[in-house]
């Protein structure tokens, strides 16, 4: 199945690969996202946020492929270019916004975007790869 030219096999590794930036990401800053938090231990990790950011990954690779793919060819630099731009317009952007309206730390505005940010990069770069799939 396509959309866009990229196949849905790119957008399944895509999300895959952004899950995988996001635990690495998290587990290396860990004691610090804990801190930004205000706490001073990790919550109890429980099955349904990781299946939630799972799927919405899955939604995330899918439309960046279906934004990249409507924008021409397929390119690892349009691809992660495209990721880098949205993540600037709409995600830093809802992010700093909601932070604020919830007296957040900066810290944690910060360690949230790079991770999002790191995840849209990887989900450029995975999409980049597989480019335009023959249909």
Not at 37 to 63: D, H, N, S, Y
Not at 91 to 108: D, K, P
Request: proline residues 4%; glycine residues 12%.
């Amino acid at each position: 199945m396509m959309f866009s030219g990229t196949s849905y096999l790119a957008v399944l590794v895509a999300a895959v690969a952004g899950f995988a930036f996001g635990s690495v990401w998290y587990m290396a800053l860990g004691k610090r996202w804990v801190a930004a938090l205000g706490m001073t231990e990790r919550p109890k990790p429980t099955p349904l946020p990781f299946i939630a950011a799972f799927v919405c990954q899955l939604v995330m690779a899918w439309m960046l492929a279906g934004l990249v793919g409507h924008l021409g060819e397929v390119t690892v630099g349009r691809a992660m270019f495209s990721g880098a731009l949205v993540w600037f317009g709409f995600v830093l952007t809802t992010m700093i916004v909601n932070h604020r309206f919830q007296s957040a730390r900066w810290s944690l505005t910060v360690i949230d975007a790079g991770h999002w940010l790191g995840v849209l990069l990887v989900m450029g770069l995975v999409i980049g790869l597989f480019g335009v799939q023959p249909v």
